[in-house]
């Protein structure tokens, strides 16, 4: 059951999509929480601990400008999953709390040369094949394939290229990665032993709760011209969509960190309204660790949704006997969720360098940006927000109000309005099952009561979430993307 707020939280309405909690509410609010979102989607974020999360990450030493939550925002661990903060790269700190327990949870778009017509007649086939091929649920494992610890640590500090080189990818993969799919500053030393174990044999898996691969039609066009850019060039265009992250190697990354950062606040005397959000200094060694070993994760997060490209495409392959590359299956980009990175950002007028946390937000950055890969340098980044699996997903681009607004960045998905347990008790996994053959979308799924804690009106309308980024301009709509077949985790 969701918890109502027990204070009422005082907003200032800005304009139609723009609230403001002024930093005099409370006692240490350092800056005004900034919420984004519709009238109707606030009132969901009163129904949790959003807002009052949204006040907690004002506390934070060194926090600059504002601390935001996205309209898909909803209560999480530390931040609300949809926050994004940035504070000073040295007299700021770093959160584990502000990129979450799944490190790099991120998205990816593979666009193909085929239309409907061309896959319906197997799609079946193919949806079954992706879900033998690709490992699915809570703790699933490849009995196929297991790093050895070397090469693990290749993994965790050459990412996404180093995986392309041992035969999972082509090498126009690793140019539509963000960060090329490798933060530089991963060290495995950094890592524990516990952690490096649980990421030897679930490289190439999807695990469990959202994460997904769904195989869609291109449903409508906003912007023939980026579209085109980006691969997309009709209506009716099959694509594919891999959403997952570190798994648990990622999770016992941050498990390990918030231990540490729990005794760092209390070895440099830092005030928190709330110890899930567990810091240190940014010039600390404690920040340094952590950064270290959380790149290691966003390395294998990376690498992860590779390996899974190669079995999608080795699935098409199977399935219709042809080489893959006749499909296309181009990766247009993989976008990270949950991150934070060391960026510069003009505030008050003044260039800074920061800690940029975003926990269920997509980086957004607008065209000429020199952190955008150069193909998409002139059109912005491309930005991928899925929905649930029985709405649209969307590919968007970065517009340039992002770095006015939020630091670069906009929504991550449709955002949950309902707890798995709350699901499960309204829903019943085969009668989501039924209703989504019923609008020709085929599911696999590792089990009946995923499906439950899935179901679409357990998530906030994605339609909504990216009509209000389009019309704040912090990232503007591409194309819709209609599921035909989803496996689930």
Same mark, same amino acid.
């Given at each position: 059951?969701?918890?109502?707020?027990?204070?009422?939280?005082?907003?200032?309405?800005?304009?139609?999509?723009?609230?403001?909690?002024?930093?005099?509410?409370?006692?240490?609010?350092? +800056?005004?929480?900034?919420?984004?979102?519709?009238?109707?989607?606030?009132?969901?974020?009163?129904?949790?601990?959003?807002?009052?999360?949204?006040?907690?990450?004002?506390?934070?030493?060194?926090?600059?400008?504002?601390? *935001?939550?996205?309209?898909?925002?909803?209560?999480?661990?530390?931040?609300?999953?949809?926050?994004?903060?940035?504070?000073?790269?040295?007299?700021?700190?770093?959160?584990?709390?502000? +990129?979450?327990?799944?490190?790099?949870?991120?998205?990816?778009?593979?666009?193909?040369?085929?239309?409907?017509?061309?896959?319906?007649?197997?799609?079946?086939?193919?949806?079954?094949?992706?879900?033998?091929?690709?490992?699915?649920?809570?703790?699933?494992?490849?009995?196929?394939?297991?790093?050895?610890?070397?090469?693990?640590?290749?993994?965790?500090?050459?990412?996404?290229?180093?995986?392309?080189?041992?035969?999972?990818?082509?090498?126009?993969?690793?140019?539509?990665?963000?960060?090329?799919?490798?933060?530089?500053?991963?060290?495995?030393?950094?890592?524990?032993?516990?952690?490096?174990?649980?990421?030897?044999?679930?490289?190439?898996?999807?695990?469990?709760?959202?994460?997904?691969?769904?195989?869609?039609?291109?449903?409508?066009?906003?912007?023939?011209?980026?579209?085109?850019?980006?691969?997309?060039?009709?209506?009716?265009? *099959?694509? +594919?969509?891999?959403?997952?992250?570190?798994?648990?190697?990622?999770?016992?990354?941050?498990?390990?960190?918030?231990?540490?950062?729990? #005794?760092?606040?209390?070895?440099?005397?830092?005030?928190?309204?709330?110890? #899930?959000?567990?810091?240190?200094?940014?010039?600390?060694?404690?920040?340094?660790?952590?950064?270290?070993?959380?790149?290691?994760?966003?390395?294998?997060?990376?690498?992860?949704?590779?390996?899974?490209?190669?079995?999608?495409?080795?699935?098409?392959?199977?399935?219709?006997?042809?080489?893959?590359?006749?499909?296309?299956?181009?990766?247009?980009?993989?976008?990270?969720?949950?991150?934070?990175? *060391?960026?510069?950002?003009? +505030?008050?007028? #003044?260039?800074?360098?920061?800690?940029?946390?975003?926990?269920?937000?997509?980086?957004?950055?607008?065209?000429?940006?020199?952190?955008?890969?150069?193909?998409?340098?002139?059109?912005?980044?491309?930005?991928?927000?899925?929905?649930?699996?029985?709405?649209?997903?969307?590919?968007?681009?970065?517009?340039?109000?992002?770095?006015?607004?939020?630091?670069?960045?906009?929504?991550?998905?449709?955002?949950?309005?309902?707890?798995?347990?709350?699901?499960?008790?309204?829903?019943?996994?085969?009668?989501?099952?039924?209703?989504?053959?019923?609008?020709?979308?085929?599911?696999?799924?590792?089990?009946?009561?995923?499906?439950?804690?899935?179901?679409?009106?357990?998530?906030?309308?994605?339609?909504?979430?990216?009509?209000?980024?389009?019309?704040?301009?912090?990232?503007?709509?591409?194309?819709?993307?209609?599921?035909?077949?989803?496996?689930?985790?």
């Amino acid at each position: 059951m969701m918890r109502p707020n027990i204070t009422r939280i005082p907003l200032e309405r800005v304009d139609d999509y723009t609230w403001r909690i002024p930093k005099s509410y409370r006692p240490g609010m350092r +800056v005004p929480g900034i919420v984004l979102a519709d009238a109707d989607l606030l009132e969901k974020m009163k129904r949790d601990r959003t807002l009052r999360q949204l006040c907690n990450i004002t506390h934070l030493p060194g926090i600059y400008k504002h601390a *935001i939550v996205l309209p898909d925002g909803h209560e999480g661990y530390g931040f609300p999953i949809g926050g994004v903060a940035a504070t000073d790269r040295e007299d700021g700190v770093i959160s584990p709390g502000g +990129v979450g327990y799944d490190i790099n949870c991120g998205v990816r778009l593979l666009t193909t040369k085929q239309s409907e017509e061309d896959i319906r007649p197997k799609l079946s086939e193919l949806i079954s094949t992706i879900f033998k091929n690709v490992p699915c649920g809570l703790g699933s494992r490849r009995k196929d394939f297991r790093l050895s610890s070397h090469q693990l640590d290749r993994l965790m500090t050459e990412g996404v290229r180093w995986v392309v080189d041992q035969g999972f990818g082509w090498p126009d993969d690793v140019k539509h990665c963000e960060e090329g799919g490798c933060m530089e500053a991963a060290n495995p030393d950094k890592v524990s032993a516990r952690a490096k174990e649980r990421g030897l044999r679930q490289c190439g898996t999807l695990g469990s709760g959202n994460h997904f691969i769904e195989v869609q039609m291109v449903d409508k066009i906003w912007n023939p011209e980026v579209a085109k850019a980006f691969g997309v060039n009709h209506e009716g265009q *099959i694509t +594919v969509m891999i959403h997952c992250g570190s798994r648990g190697f990622g999770h016992q990354v941050c498990s390990d960190y918030l231990r540490i950062m729990e #005794q760092a606040v209390r070895k440099y005397g830092i005030s928190l309204p709330d110890r #899930q959000l567990a810091c240190a200094p940014g010039n600390s060694s404690e920040a340094d660790d952590y950064y270290q070993a959380m790149a290691c994760a966003v390395n294998y997060a990376f690498s992860n949704r590779q390996m899974i490209t190669h079995w999608v495409r080795r699935s098409f392959e199977q399935t219709f006997k042809r080489p893959a590359d006749e499909f296309g299956l181009d990766l247009v980009y993989d976008v990270a969720h949950n991150i934070a990175k *060391i960026e510069e950002h003009k +505030v008050n007028g #003044q260039r800074k360098m920061v800690w940029l946390h975003r926990k269920g937000a997509t980086r957004a950055f607008p065209p000429g940006h020199k952190e955008v890969v150069a193909d998409y340098r002139l059109t912005g980044q491309p930005v991928i927000i899925p929905g649930s699996m029985g709405t649209h997903s969307w590919l968007l681009v970065g517009a340039s109000k992002s770095m006015e607004v939020s630091f670069g960045s906009t929504a991550h998905g449709a955002g949950r309005t309902m707890s798995r347990s709350a699901a499960k008790r309204k829903f019943w996994g085969e009668d989501v099952r039924e209703d989504l053959r019923e609008r020709s979308i085929i599911v696999r799924s590792a089990s009946k009561s995923l499906l439950a804690e899935e179901a679409d009106p357990a998530y906030k309308d994605v339609d909504r979430i990216v009509e209000i980024s389009d019309r704040i301009g912090i990232a503007t709509r591409v194309a819709r993307l209609a599921p035909m077949a989803v496996v689930k985790g």
